[in-house]
């Protein structure tokens, strides 16, 4: 049984990613400049060249791990707060920030993937998010099935998503 508590806890360690845009303006640019020193552009994205984890490119600022697409999304476009960035290519390691954008939070009824959701298909972008919400939202009435529909599955999906039944290979240390 894999433990829930533990996706939740290891993903609140990046919740403190927009800390990152109190540096100084100048270290700012350096990290922006390092990222983009470990690219390869392929077509439109950027793919990370260093350090994986599970297909997301992994960095670190003043010893704090972050995923590389979050620190590229907040340096070029803004803070993230706990949301989750998503990627329009589906490619977990590019990080081109065009490629990048925000989703939202639960209680947003007009959530993007929701008024897509007939066309999205569950992507690791979409499953960490679900996952965050998870974490974020666990003691709400009814959350299992909340999700469920937010994203469009069916309840029984939604709870080996949350158990880690399924999607194995985004939980942590695997
Ligand atoms: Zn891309």
New binding site residues.
């Given amino acids: 049984m894999v433990d829930v508590l533990s996706v939740g806890s290891a993903q609140a360690l990046e919740m403190t990613i927009d800390d990152v845009l109190a540096l100084s303006k100048r270290k700012q640019a350096i990290i922006k400049a390092r990222l983009l020193d470990n690219i390869k552009k392929?077509?439109?994205?950027?793919?990370w060249q260093k350090a994986l984890s599970a297909d997301y490119g992994i960095t670190h600022i003043d010893h704090k791990q972050y995923k590389a697409h979050r620190v590229s999304y907040l340096l070029h476009k803004g803070a993230i707060g706990d949301l989750c960035v998503l990627?329009?290519?589906?490619?977990p390691a590019?990080?081109?920030p065009?490629?990048?954008y925000l989703g939202t939070r639960l209680d947003n009824s007009r959530d993007m993937m929701v008024r897509n959701r007939k066309s999205t298909k569950l992507t690791n972008d979409i499953v960490i998010c679900i996952r965050r919400e998870y974490a974020d939202n666990r003691y709400v009435h009814g959350i299992q099935t909340k999700l469920a529909h937010k994203y469009g599955v069916a309840r029984p999906t939604m709870q080996h998503i949350l158990s880690g039944a399924t999607w194995t290979h985004l939980l942590p240390g695997e």
């Avoid at 392929?42 to 793919?47: L, R, V």
């Avoid at 990627?87 to 490619?91: F, I, P, R």
């Fill in positions: 392929q077509g439109d994205c950027w793919i990627h329009t290519c589906d490619v590019c990080i081109n065009d490629h990048l």
